[in-house]
């Protein structure tokens, strides 16, 4: 088996759709307690999507992680060094 040290979302032959995410939630935790709400959740989106370091159309190239998925969480913030977006 060939390995390869690339992530899936990091291959040009592997599409993230405009479908929304789905996120896990535990009926215990409030979802103010996790998430942001809508309206930061789409500025920090379109912030993303302006961003010279978006790859492929979905990840982030600083932190890998798909930028649909880091922009809803409340506990995390743009990696670009230097220059945090938001």
């Given at each position: 088996m060939k390995y390869s040290?690339?992530?899936k979302g990091c291959q040009r032959n592997v599409s993230v759709t405009?479908?929304?995410l789905i996120y896990y939630s535990d009926s215990?935790?409030?979802e103010d307690d996790e998430f942001v709400?809508?309206?930061l959740y789409s500025k920090r989106v379109q912030l993303?999507?302006?961003c010279t370091s978006l790859q492929y159309g979905?990840?982030?190239k600083y932190s890998g992680?798909?930028?649909s998925y880091k922009a809803k969480r409340k506990?995390?913030?743009c990696p670009m060094p230097g220059a945090a977006k938001w």
């Open positions: 040290n690339e992530c405009d479908e929304p215990s935790i409030e709400h809508e309206e993303c999507l302006d979905s990840t982030c992680v798909l930028i506990n995390k913030s």
